[in-house]
């Protein structure tokens, strides 16, 4: 049966994505509602949990099957990277006796690459422009210009699309290079079975034969404190080689508590650059060019610019949320043979759509922005002039512009009915400022956070 499904797999997620994690799954049982699977690793079993427990349960439902939940869990004879989850002792030594002694090349090729996450695939808009001409820098592998470089954005923005990128542009580009990807989360993995293990030595000779060390996901490991001790020596190890270090995070590294500050500060000694929150233009067309790569799998089916421009607008920054729904969406209209209009869409996408409508308007920020800068509210929309009335206030003009839909001239008239052009003094002069102070950065981020959690 579940043979039979996963053809049907196929045809939703393409070929690759197919092959790399749906073949791989093993079905287990159902009970209570809860399909189980059996992953190779931990990796693959967070990875199709997140990309691709919906499909899968769409699929099985479809089919006649009642089920509430999918779960994936590490099969306990896998022998392929041993995984950090409790296994029995007795499998564990198995499958560590059948392991070959792991060469560093050897142990560098098992970090799976997506192979969706490329450049070509990467949409470049102004909210990610400055960290992609950053990463396509580093992925030149040219002289080491800025160490480490640091990607910072929150979740669905793109970080680890682009240090996939990277990776793969290096493999092309140098091959000769070791490159290791690899979340700060697998970091503390390894770095736990080496101690387990009593291999440390083993440990520090892989991670400082690197040439190329990227770590995704680096906030995993505040508070973990001899992991970040580790992380620290393995970074200095590697930045005294003049080897490149790229590393991301949800926040800015000096935003990251329980985080060390000289970890901080080394993260800070290099090229700090973020992914802001995607606008409407770059939502569609990440949804353009996604639509292209789903002309394939689903000849006939086809979506209007009208639909799509309603999901650039109603649904959120996060990329990762834009293509499930697109995903589904086309998934959904494939099985029930309708075409995809705007009737399907808010069938399909009701949870979705529900769940994004949450808008952030300009009276928030403004009294955001106000508390924040202990004024009071009518000190930010009135016409006083004073610096410290008017630096507040375009900070708040400018999270207006970048956190709501509003127009120009909408924004000038919900601050006292200025005219357009004074906003966009003002969003420009943050921009600027943003750049060489760091403080109006620093409040600008923790008001932006602040207003989307
Ligand atoms: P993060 O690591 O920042 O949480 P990801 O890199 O995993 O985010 O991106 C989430 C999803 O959105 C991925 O499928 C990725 O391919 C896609 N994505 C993000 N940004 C872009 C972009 N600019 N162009 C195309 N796809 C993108
Ligand atoms: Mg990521």
Redesign the pocket.
Known sequence: KWGQLKIGLLKTVGQNNYTTWIEPLEFEHLQDGVAVFSVPTNFMGNYVSQ?FADVILYELNTAGANVQRVTFRVSANSTANPSPRPVPEASKAAARATEPTASPRDALQAAPL?S??TFD?????KP?ELA?AAARRVSEGGPVTFNPLVLY????????????AIAWELRKRKPELNVLYLSAEQFMYRFVQALRERKMMDFKVLFRSVDVLMV??VQFIAGKDSTQEEFFHTFNALVDQNKQIII?A?RAPGEIKELEDRVKSRLQCGLVVD?HP?DYE?RL??LQ??VQQYRDAYPGLEISNGVLEFLAQRIST???V??GALTRLFAFASLVGREIDMELTQDCLADVLRASERKITVEEIQRKVSDYYNIRLSDIIGPKRLRSYARPRQVAMYLAKQLTSRSLPEIGRRFGGRDHTTVMHGVKRIEELKVIDGQIAEDVEILRRALEA
């Open positions: 990309n997506d969706r996450f695939a990467f949409v470049v808009g990610n992609h954005g929150g979740v669905g923005l793109g970080k680890t699309h682009l240090m996939h995704d996901d991301s949800d992914l995607t770059l067309g990440i060019a996604k996060n990329v990762r834009l293509e």
